[in-house]
């Protein structure tokens, strides 16, 4: 109970600034306090810094106009992704037949849906990220306590969110574009536990909370580079999460028949607008490796 209570202790620790976090350490290994002693003395004063920062507007609008949406918005995207991807993995790991090996076309189409697959994950992982650069990039000073809320509202969102979210798209389409109840085709699929609960667990905690979380360190650096390549970072961000909104045909549902008739009709701007988008979301791993190249740069260039 000791070692947990220390270990407790640690972790909420964290959300101190890293000077301070040292002190408190110091002057608790100097008075002889207790395992239990020390944690409700970090509580204490844990709690009365972040009361202090909330008590300005500045903490809230980020939360309610960041943080909340950024994060629904991701658990959505999440969800989508996981159940379109175990439809294809169900195909191949449910339903194995190693005759159909022999067959050169089954290879193809087969390393066609492995690309299509990986290529999925990729995006959501770049938005993932994006969503983090945005919340560490407009939140330097509380950005401890924007990630806790950032994973808590991704695990909201993945719990309750987005299970209520498609359920109420459907119910809508079925209102208002006299959309019949079909059968589930994919009902298969879904009837097995692993595809229904903890594939999209695993792909919000691997590509999205991760992710996002990495995300969020490299915004709070960021604020270190000159303003021009802030402002390009700003408009692939910007033009990254647009891409994400436009890709979510639930979105436009919801604004009624006539976004979706404009939405979905052939050669519009829109269709136009997200061939272009799906090239920026990619804008996180050019960063990274041209990060990774600028600091290694000296190091390799010749004396």
């Not at 609008?61 to 658990?75: D, H, K, N, Y």
């Amino acid at each position: 109970m000791t070692r947990f209570c220390w270990w407790l202790a640690d972790i909420v620790s964290r959300l101190l600034e890293p000077d301070e976090r040292e002190a408190v350490f110091g002057d608790l290994a100097e008075s002889g306090e207790t395992a239990g002693q020390a944690l409700w003395g970090v509580l204490g004063l844990v709690g009365r810094r972040q009361a202090r920062l909330w008590s300005g507007w500045q903490p809230w609008l980020m939360l309610v106009g960041a943080i909340v949406p950024l994060g629904m918005l991701l658990s959505i995207v999440s969800r989508t992704t996981a159940d379109g991807s175990a439809i294809y993995i169900w195909m191949y790991a449910n339903n194995w037949d190693w005759a159909l090996t022999k067959n050169p076309g089954f290879w193809r189409v087969m390393a066609e849906t492995a690309g299509s697959l990986f290529l999925w994950y990729l995006t959501l992982v770049c938005w993932s990220w994006t969503c983090g650069f945005v919340v560490g990039s407009v939140s330097r000073s509380m950005i401890r306590i924007n990630g806790v809320l950032l994973y808590l509202v991704l695990l909201f969102g993945e719990a309750f969110g987005a299970p209520h979210y498609f359920a109420y798209v459907q119910q809508y389409m079925h209102r208002a574009f006299s959309v019949p109840a079909l059968p589930d085709s994919n009902a298969a699929v879904f009837d097995v536990t692993f595809y229904r609960e903890m594939l999209p667990l695993i792909v919000q905690v691997v590509l999205v909370a991760v992710p996002a979380i990495w995300g969020l360190s490299w915004g709070l650096s960021a604020s270190k580079l000159p303003p021009w390549s802030r402002a390009i970072l700003w408009t692939a961000a910007i033009a990254t999460l647009a891409g994400m909104v436009l890709r979510e045909p639930g979105f436009w549902i919801l604004l009624g028949p006539p976004i979706v008739h404009a939405y979905l009709r052939p050669g519009i701007w829109l269709g136009k607008g997200l061939h272009v988008l799906q090239f920026v979301v990619y804008w996180p791993i050019a960063y990274l490796c041209a990060s990774a190249i600028r600091r290694r740069w000296p190091r390799t260039a010749p004396v």
